[in-house]
């Protein structure tokens, strides 16, 4: 990843609240089809980036 800061939170599945993925503060997608491997639920989620005052970047 280049030196890229991977702290981040995770984005859990909304039917069971197993982790999915993690995202990056400057993380953005639109209906984005997640499947989850313990309840076997596909949710479709919007992402947007975190406001920059609230990001955590390492300079």
Known sequence: MEGKNMSGKWIC????????????PDTAARNLPLYCKRCHNVSLFDIAPEPESQSHHLT
Do not use: E, S, T, V
Request: glycine letters at 8%; charged letters at 25%.
């Open 13 to 24: 599945c909304p039917c069971c609240g197993w982790h999915l993925i993690r995202r990056r």
